[in-house]
């Protein structure tokens, strides 16, 4: 049961001009599934991305640089689900070409103006004649308003379809931003997740696009854990239609450039912690959150400590509050010369630790009556300097297991 | 379940001279457990030890470092279990100190003579006054040859006494190692475990003791991980009695110094080892070899990404030969410039994968079979120099979640 996320309302999510989008089923593991996925973009759009960092990174991933990097303009976005196309080796790799060529071939344009996206098991050959079979009719259902579809038809182990929209103004204009994003384990995104894609109508400079999509993922799905295993097909994409009539957005810093970076954040956060929420049996929705710390990267390697631990989950499952745990995390986050007599923990509200020792106001039924909440906020304050950092994070269920042990067969 | 391990024979446990062991039931936590253990040393011992690097380290272990770096000569170890007294500030320090004066005035040697080990829940205050009530009883129960009754007395969430025992020749005369481990969960040593204690009637120059169990330590405790959890309170000790009437070894390079050395290293991995066969929820042993490596810190950083992975541990815990994520964790180890398409990996003796792609004659049953079995060895190549790198660890099964979801209950 994901924690406080239920499906988007369809009429929520506003359809960005200039982009359409088509779904079907191509059999690619399973029958009866939505598992192939085609967006294209009016001409005139651009895109950027950011991708895993994991150097054992998936096929389509490798081409969704190469075409990137080529500068070809992008028309076209072709997902499937049901295979990774990682660990694929060369064969792999012209397989997702195979993909792009007939995708191009339909639309008429060129394969460089395909980008290609692959999730599901890792190290299975690429059924690229199931995916080129589907194409058709996933071009025949292209439509603006099926970003609902996307959400479902981009899916593995998700639970729930995650999809976020919202609207701000720039010089008088209405604009949209609307995005989708899958993953549910193997979640420790390095760059971007697996995957997210946000399009918007907002004219703005191109050049700026690559900037923003890396800011927004930094704040967002880079904050985010499941299991700690970074997806070797994390992505994360950001599609500028600039149809909407406003004057182009030149500048980030701008007040026109600020609005959409807000707006952009926003919808990136929405769809980053419904990852988690939808975590492989997650029941606890957990904020962690360091303060005080001399620069932001020791905050972060303290907050995914704590993130990462199997014996805090597994606490947080338990709604046991065996809050030493969190302390040895920070412990051995890697902090060398951390003062533990400095460090200071709350629960929400609830002051568990102070210099280092238990807080002796502090009272177990505090503790309890917090760690049963379906949400949590972790805040450690390191007390040595003014910087922060945040992560979300689930707990460690019993259903994770479960997942994890039969997520093949 | 242990994985392959059952308690020692206590006949196999060799006493060693200069060296009593005494245990009782304090009532620290629970009634009815042997939970505090005194070990007694003759005069003229040495005793040299290393200590977790977890920041938040416990009091316990702060006194240790303490009273070894004074000089004193150690003549009594004293193990509670059942409360680390980690994450308890300056009234912890102030316990653990009470401690060595209670078993200090017992024994008529001085507090800086007594090393303190504490093993539990962290957070907790410490009930010296059960634990000053019990040293008596401790004492009176003084005997050479409690090696296994210490190993029980030393355990917490263990279900199996860890103990390792062997005699080895050196110029002539027969000398003796025994050791004694605990731990099973919040294990990923950094320098040591939690905890460890071997003991030897070598005479063995003083000044060569603390290499010689930093070697030792580097080469067992510190080579294990079961939930990538490094402990507040992780401490690995060695003993000389110096009573085996054999010349003083003075160089650990010379043939006697290698005897001991290898002799040492053997009885550590053993006390590690089933460590990780006794581990929370454990149902498999796995060996993670990392070959051809630049260096042993890269080995080491793809060794541990693989066993900490909590989708690879949970693959080996349904038999299934999931192993893509295998890559996928060797791909976000944080070897930068890793080339994928080097890499191979066999599961015991079956190739798996070859130049980062599947190899075309592996098949899936082969994987299946090697899966199924009790003991694996992961064996990973990344061919780009002749570096090497070994871990050992276990699964994560549901009983891990079980047993942490549990624990203080």
Redesign the interface.
Known sequence: MPVNLSAPDPASLHPVPGVRLGITQAGIRKADRRDLSVIVLDEGASVAGVF??????AAPVQICREHLAAGAAVRAILVNTGN?N???????LARAHQSCEALAALLNIQPQQVLPFSTG?????LPVDRIIKGLPAAIAALRPDAWDEAALGIMTTDTIPKAASTQVQIGGVTVTLTGISKGA??I?P?MATMLGYVATDANINPALLQALVTEAADASFNRITI??????NDSFVLIATHQAKHARIESLSSAEGQVLRAALIEVSQRLAQAIVRDGEGATKFITVQIDGGRNEAECKLAAYAIA????VK??F??S?P????I??????AG??D????L?DLHLDDVHV?R????HPDYREEDGQRVMKQSEISVRVNLNRGAASATVWTCD???D???I??????
Chains 1, 2 share one sequence.
């Open positions: 895993t960092k994991n150097r054992f990174c990774a990682a660990g694929t080796g060369a064969d792999g098991v890792i190290m299975e050959t384990g193997m420790r390095n299991d700690g295993d970074t997806s070797t990462h631990s199997p014996l597994t606490a499952f338990a046991d065996n809050l030493g745990r302390l040895a995390a920070v412990g051995y902090i060398d951390l003062d533990q007599t460090i630790v210099a280092g020792g238990r460690l269920s019993h994770y297991v479960t994890n042990a039969d997520y093949r067969s």
